[in-house]
């Protein structure tokens, strides 16, 4: 396991797509980013409870694994 890979798992786990622009994929990342703001604006309108938590928690750790996994 490399620290790197880690490191941008965790860093685009907490902002999504951070770690794939770390590791070199920019328009992953700002895809996933762009993904992350339209998801977080519509949960907050329209699914603001455990559900839309749920949803945000599988999506975050879904863009800490592909960074993790494409280092």
Do not use: C, E, R
């Amino acid at each position: 396991m490399d620290t790197n890979s880690l490191k941008n798992g965790i860093f685009s786990f907490i902002i999504p797509g951070l770690g794939q622009a770390l590791n070199g994929d920019k328009q992953k990342g700002l895809a996933l980013f762009g993904i992350a703001i339209v998801l977080h604006i519509f949960i907050w309108f329209f699914a603001n409870n455990p559900f839309g938590s749920v949803i945000q928690t599988l999506y975050h750790l879904y863009a800490g694994y592909d960074a993790y996994k494409n280092y």
